[in-house]
């Protein structure tokens, strides 16, 4: 009778796996495994909290600002009022730009960012004047937005005077002079550039009565601020059509006007 195969023997030399561990054994272990991780856990935790917080390596040691042009970079890092030596982490950029704002009204928009290792950016935008309100010996800026922003000792140049012609119509007592400088400074960016810097006055009586006084004394009724480009295509149409005319009623765009030689 044959004996068995080369297959046969390997099978019965294989070892056969021992007994399991004890179920106790393994809690043990797995207990001890959970006990190592929360322990690496808390220390990577611990450090890393020491490192943004209690640590020297990441704290603020500057203050960089770009973006003025009027106010000057240390004006508005006084304002920010960052701590120097503070951790990093902890400064917090919303009360930042809060409080640049506030206390700069001159600036239109800031973005506050941490800069790491050690520095604070802020990027500030600053309001540009469209008009200018004499106030006493003071002239108050406007920005494109109706708001006031600024006042100067001596007035920028290039920039229109604002006369705000207040009465107690119903038109001002429903907008309001905010209303209606805001109104104005609309109208400012609708003329057509040729005409705007020639502007020297706009004048205001109401919501529906903004006039333009240019500078070799022709005046131009723009009425409200509304349909701002048809009223700027009519009054370039106008101007050529009527090269020496004086005042021109653009108010209703569909039918200007213009008078005088």
């Known amino acids: 009778m044959a004996g068995p195969t080369t297959a046969e023997r390997g099978e019965r030399k294989q070892v056969r796996p021992g007994p399991p561990r004890p179920p106790r054994l393994r809690r043990l272990l797995t207990l001890r495994m959970l006990i190592v991780l929360s322990l690496a856990v808390v220390l990577a935790g611990g450090g890393s909290l020491w490192l943004l917080y209690g640590s020297r390596w990441l704290r603020v040691d500057h203050v960089s600002v770009s973006g003025t042009q009027v106010l000057t970079p240390a004006q508005v890092r006084e304002a920010a009022g960052v701590r120097i030596g503070s951790p990093l982490i902890s400064v917090d950029t919303d009360a930042i730009e809060a409080r640049v704002r506030r206390k700069l009204p001159r600036i239109d928009a800031i973005d506050a960012v941490r800069s790491w290792p050690h520095g604070i950016g802020l990027k ?11 106030n006493g010996g003071k002239f108050v800026e406007v920005d494109r937005e109706g708001v006031r922003f600024a006042a100067v000792s001596q007035a920028p140049g290039g920039i229109p005077a604002l006369e705000l012609a207040v009465s107690n119509s119903a038109s001002w007592r429903r907008f309001g002079t905010d209303r209606m400088a805001r109104e104005a400074a609309r109208v400012t960016l609708d003329v ?53 005319a004086r005042h021109f009623d653009v108010s209703v765009p569909t039918a200007p006007a213009s008078s005088g030689s």
């Open 192 to 244: 057509p550039a040729a005409v705007k810097r020639d502007i020297r006055t706009v004048r205001v009586r109401s919501y529906d009565a903004i006039s333009l006084e240019l500078s070799d004394g022709r005046t131009v009724m723009w009425g409200s601020s509304e349909r701002g480009r048809a009223k700027a295509a009519a009054l370039t149409a106008l101007m050529k059509a009527a090269s020496g």
């Open 124 to 134: 500030v935008t600053e309001r540009t004047p469209v008009l200018v309100v004499k």
